[in-house]
């Protein structure tokens, strides 16, 4: 999205090419005079920054727009440029700048595509759909939209919607990079995996989003033979083309496949590689103060002092803990019930902790935020996030949020739904903790970089978890995953007794349930449960002793 160039260039950018990145930036043409000479020295400078943007250059892109808007406030393109540069770290002020640039444009498509798209980041999918649909509406055959809007309706489980979109998408244009790779998303998330190999296959044989589609295609079944594909990807990672996020999506590709063949030791040198060239760093100490403040500001007699808080409604269920715990699975189960919904991971709870401040940035000024709350704010807080969960699933009696890192809002859930089911997902710490390090995670995971960081990082999240514990005593379901696999069916029934709900055999058979699974977990939930799991890590021992002795006494050897 970031690298877009609107048609709405044309109307403020009124001669020239836009110049090389190379170079200083150039000084405002003007400062003063007619509006004419003004709009040419905004317009230069927007050449610049979008200039910028394409090269990466990302804070000077950001300098530059900010200098458009100090003299030109209501600059239809510097809002939108600077949306989609925000949507880096602040999904908050991209949808506040995308917005003032729909405000100003109403009539530009791409506007609407970008803010509509900056809604699907943070889960809002109804607003996401309507600025994606009039996007159409303005401008029917934009491949861009109908692509954005199938993967809005995959990630809203709505997939069967989002198939008919990308089928016309690739009528118009073939070889346009979202379309085969969004197809393939679609079908897979209805678990009609063989169609959506076809499609990846097609786009690696066209030469579109090669290491994308690799990365994908290996996700979809576990290898027992070497695949012709391992020695395609080698040879593709030996591109001196090959940019650093096509890098580390074939070396996941790879350690995948090498992992399934069990050759482990090559396997965990292409995890290795994936993680340096991913550039992504994480501050341990600042995370630890944040935890700290947590714990300090969420004590027993400060939550005893707002009993009578938020919403009594028992329709939130919270599916939280370590990514690759074991969460999907569990939302699976549950959802398999005819009276629950499972949402997948939605943002709206982690929307709300930053609206009031609960960042980790501000870690060690928590109090303050967090006493914000009145009892009056938290009601409205709670029916606004129950009508954001009933646009979902009006009928259902619970509906699953799995969004692992919840585990750090749990003081928050306690104050707007204090008859909120809480489920724990926990896992043998070695194992989740490299399941974790051989995914293909986001920058906001960066915890997940290099194996000490993520020990320690383990660490902080169990003493968290051990303090809710203790505030909430008897809230939270602890769902081991090696209790699950053990024995799914007494393990599944007590999770459903916990959601106060009658067993039903749906449960059992979870991975026959229709509807759209869209994590790193997708092709496993399609399968009845197994063991392989359960201790993987002794296949990487040598590998990974720096994990294991960052997690110090958690790691059960």
Known sequence: MNNRLPPAWSKHIKSGPAPKAKGPILKPIVTQGNAQTRAQADDALLKQAYAHQQAKRLDEAQDLCLRVLARTPNHPLALYILGTLYLRYDDEMALRYLARAVGEEPKNPYYHLSLGEAYVKVSEYSPAIKHMQYALELQPGLVEALCALGRAYTQFDKPDLALPLFEKALKINRDHPKVRGGLASALAGLGRMDEAAVYLKEAIDRRIGVPAAYNDLVQMRKFTGEPEELQSILRELGNPKLDSEGSQLLHLAAGKVLNDLKRYGEAFDHFNKAKQVSGHQFDIDLYRRWIDSLIETFTPDFLAARAGYGNPSEVPVFVVGMPRSGTTLTEQICASHPDVHGAGELSKLRRVANAIGLKTSSAGYLKQPVMSITKDLSRTLSEEHLSYLSERAPAALRVVDKMPHNFEMIGLIGLLFPNARIIHCRRDA????????????????????????????????????????????????????????????????????????PWDDACLRFFDRDGSVNTPSRWQVRQPIYKSSVKRWKNYENEIQPLIRSLGDLAEI
């Open 430 to 501: 070695i194992d989740n903790c490299v399941s974790c390090f051989v995914q293909n995670f986001s920058e906001g995971h960066s915890y997940n970089t290099d194996l000490k960081t993520l020990g320690l990082y383990y660490r902080e999240y169990d003493r968290l978890m051990r303090h809710w514990n203790e505030v909430f005593p008897g809230l939270i379901f602890e769902n081991r995953y090696e209790t699950l696999v053990d024995d799914q069916e007494a393990q599944s029934r007590r999770l459903i007794d916990y959601l106060g709900l």
